[in-house]
């Protein structure tokens, strides 16, 4: 069955950055693209960017750009999402999930990742 | 960037009522992609309904979701306290990707 399975809990201080896995597996890697989403605390949902890991083409929301970069490494199935300078509004849970290409609907997400940025 | 607008903002309905949530969009939503997720407290997001009216797989068939353009609506018959949830509309048609603020709905 479908998985992705993400990295645990980060707690980082302002100005650093943290990367955050999603390996997935139960299906053909390279056959989708792989998105990131954020929720802040209490807040709804965020649409960060993705990479299409057959080729490793990305696109990203216009206010991460430059900040945020989304790697693949096909031969472990794994995505990975990196966030700089990171400053007490990034504290979200993050989540990978999936897509059969472009626009297309998430139809498998990730456990999530709590990132808390805190001094 | 299309901004979707959720209404209303929190429903609470008893059990087997019907609740009628509304997506609405600041422009035309390309070819009616458009889908509605339902996360539960502590929960990851899960997908109902994509292009805008197709149910996913395992969805009960008290989940429908219908509209076109920039008006969309997702309706749940028969209201089960299990369906306790906020409720997310995302379009999925243009760049950005974007959510609506989602609906919170509360079973009595």
């Known amino acids: 069955q479908v998985q992705l399975v993400q990295s645990g809990a980060e707690v980082k201080e302002p100005g650093a950055s943290v990367k955050v896995s999603c390996k997935a597996s139960g299906y053909s890697f390279i056959s989708y693209y792989m998105h990131w989403v954020r929720q802040a605390p209490g807040r709804g949902l965020e649409w960060m960017g993705f990479?299409?890991?057959?080729?490793?083409?990305?696109k990203y929301a216009q206010r991460f750009q430059g900040r945020v970069t989304v790697t693949s490494d096909t031969s472990t199935s794994t995505v990975y999402m990196e966030v700089s300078s990171l400053r007490s509004e990034d504290t979200a849970v993050y989540y990978c999930?999936?897509?059969?290409?472009?626009?297309?609907?998430?139809?498998?997400w990730g456990q999530g990742t709590l990132v808390t940025v805190s001094s | 960037e299309i901004v979707l607008t959720q209404s209303p903002g929190t429903l609470s309905l008893s059990p087997g009522e019907r609740a009628t949530l509304s997506c609405r969009a600041s422009q035309s939503v390309s070819s009616s992609f458009l889908a509605w997720y339902q996360q539960k407290p502590g929960q990851t997001p899960r997908l109902l309904i994509y292009?805008?009216?197709s149910r996913a797989t395992g969805i009960p068939d008290r989940f429908s979701g219908s509209g076109s353009g920039t008006d969309f609506t997702l309706s749940i018959s028969r209201l089960e306290p299990e369906d306790s949830a906020v409720y997310y509309c995302q379009q999925y048609g243009s760049s950005p990707r974007t959510f609506g603020q989602g609906t919170k709905v509360e079973i009595k």
């Open positions: 292009g805008a009216s």
């Open positions: 990479i299409n890991p057959s080729g490793g083409s990305t």
């Open positions: 999930a999936r897509t059969w290409s472009d626009y297309y609907h998430f139809d498998y």
